[in-house]
């Protein structure tokens, strides 16, 4: 949707001689002198001594001058409002409309951000949610139920997060352990006796992946509206993971493995002298022998996520074998190229890709090519050698990641290819190093949730989920949830899938 006030906003040339010296992203917030109208220069002249930050510069397009952002000192949004004073009790005029200053750009992205036209969205949004509350309502075998689903908004090219939120927020367990975490009020001065995380990534900075994590769990599920607005977790996500600052589309997986290890480490300090194992058995009732140890002591993330791989490596001279124990998050699989032709499931050239398929080609023996030769300790150089992974210790949750974006000479392409993956009864055991030791239920998952990219390209397109919650499959496309089936569910071409034990699940639900 075009903003309508970039026409009337946009009155500054691209003349270098009026902007202050040095690179954009530099720039201080401070009374520039090319100020368009005396209101303005009034503005800058009260804020130029307590404010000189060279943080989140923004350059106003009708004048020119430099304030910062909303996560600074907010100057940018206060010379927004001051510019909308003399147009309260006065009659608008067609000269008056054109120097509202409504229209910014940040000097880093060199994206445009217009405050009146967000405020219309707002103003139709809240219009809209308190309109829609009515329709949340959905006809199951002839009753009437509420629909408790919420959505998340799109801040920009963010369908990618969102996803990865709605797919995570219905893995029960994992879900739960955040939702029951204390609340935790950051602020400057004393904490009041409120409990406050002592994390690697807060530093000096003020924010919390986990407690803004934990706030957007609890806003969903709740059916008190339409649509959540994750910015406070978006604007923690920038300061923590800078490959995800802008608006560009990114990759959804890459995402979620960011926002795990975050997470990961941000809990391993725990909080308030709570030591993370005894918050494990607190709130998650999860044992000390089913963790999996990544970079340090044992988290949730890792309780629930995290699998031990064996990695088997025979020289093909000498016969050495060497074995390597690996943890793991999620497994990538690759997509045989026998079947990359075959785009959907009703396509008749070929046989069907299924999931067993690609695990199959991850741990069958694979033999290395000439640029992955092994060093053997034995023959005391490189030599050739064969390669295969086991699954020492399966997860509580599997996460399976298809690899559907290879590079090429010049771009990276979509694997289009349609995979058939199962809803129920995933067996694991025949990918086990020792399947003899395992239950007979203790290697079958259910799928919980699954991530669709939609599109030609990694930098494009667009990502939904499907999830599954008490029972019904739910679609999520940012704003916008709605019931459907299993039908439908096992169409789509996934690019991540969530399993969940079988055991684990039942034993959730005895505690």
């Keep these: 949707m075009e903003c309508p006030h970039l026409g009337s906003s946009v ?8 902007f202050p010296p040095g690179s954009p992203s530099s720039w201080c917030c401070s009374g520039s002198p090319m100020i368009a109208c005396l209101m303005t220069l009034l503005f800058y002249f009260s804020h130029l001594i307590v404010c000189r930050s060279n943080k989140s510069p923004w350059v106003c397009l009708t004048c020119s001058g430099v304030h910062c952002g909303r996560y600074v000192n907010g ?86 997060m969102n996803a990865i939120l709605q797919s995570l927020s219905n893995i029960q367990q994992f879900c739960c ?16 006796g409120r409990r406050t995380y002592h994390t690697r990534s807060q ?16 806003a969903l599920w709740q059916g008190s509206q339409t649509a959540f607005s994750p910015e406070s977790l978006f604007y923690v996500v920038w300061r923590i993971m800078p490959n995800f600052r802008g608006y560009q589309q990114q990759d959804a997986h890459e995402f979620m493995r960011y926002l795990l290890d975050h997470l990961h480490l ?16 607190e709130n998650s009732g999860l044992s000390a022998g089913s963790r999996c140890c990544i970079n340090g002591a044992s988290t949730v993330v890792t309780a629930i996520f995290g699998g031990i791989l064996q990695n088997e490596v025979n020289c093909l001279i000498c016969g050495t074998e060497s074995r390597k124990f690996d943890p793991f998050l999620d497994l990538s699989l690759d997509i045989p190229s026998q079947f990359r032709n075959k785009r959907s499931k009703n396509q008749e050239n070929g046989p ?3 999931l067993r398929d690609c695990l199959r080609s991850f741990t069958d023996l694979e033999e290395l090519d000439e640029t992955e ?25 599997l996460c399976l990641h298809l690899k559907r974006f290879h590079w090429t000479a010049y771009l990276r392409n979509k694997v289009d290819t349609y995979v058939e993956f199962p809803l129920r009864g995933l067996d694991m055991k025949c990918y086990l190093l020792e399947p003899e030791n395992s239950g007979p239920e203790s290697c079958l998952y259910d799928l919980a949730a699954v991530v669709v990219h939609h599109g030609s390209g990694v930098g494009s397109g667009h990502y939904t989920a499907y999830a599954t919650h008490e029972g019904r499959w739910f679609h999520f496309n940012d704003s916008t949830v709605t019931l459907t089936d299993e039908e439908t569910v096992v169409k789509a071409k996934a690019y ?8 684990a699940t039942s034993g959730s639900e005895k505690l």
């Design 75 to 160: 100057h940018a949004k206060k010379h927004y409002e001051d510019a909308q004073v003399p147009l309260i009790n006065h009659k608008k005029t067609e000269k008056q409309e054109k120097v509202q200053h409504t229209v910014c750009m940040d000097c880093s992205s060199y994206s445009t951000y217009c405050s009146a036209f967000t405020a219309d969205r707002h103003r139709k949004r809240k219009l809209l949610e308190n309109s829609s509350l009515n329709n949340k309502l959905l006809k199951i075998n002839g009753s009437t139920t509420a629909l408790s689903a919420t959505g998340l908004r799109n801040l920009g090219n963010t369908c990618f």
């Design 203 to 218: 530093g000096d900075n003020g924010v919390s992946l986990v407690e803004e994590f934990r706030k957007t769990l609890c």
């Design 352 to 354: 069907t890709c299924t």
């Design 373 to 397: 030769l092994y060093m053997c300790h034995k023959c005391k150089k490189k030599q050739k050698s064969t390669k295969k992974f086991w699954i020492q210790k399966l997860p509580k949750v």
């Design 177 to 192: 352990y955040f939702k029951e975490l204390p609340a935790v009020e950051l602020r400057n001065g004393k904490t009041a």
């Design 11 to 18: 009155c500054i040339v691209p003349d270098s001689a009026k």
């Design 496 to 503: 991540i899938l969530f399993y969940v034990d079988r055991q």
């Design 266 to 281: 941000e809990l391993q300090g725990g909080f308030n002298g709570v030591t993370c194992s005894v918050i494990l058995q």
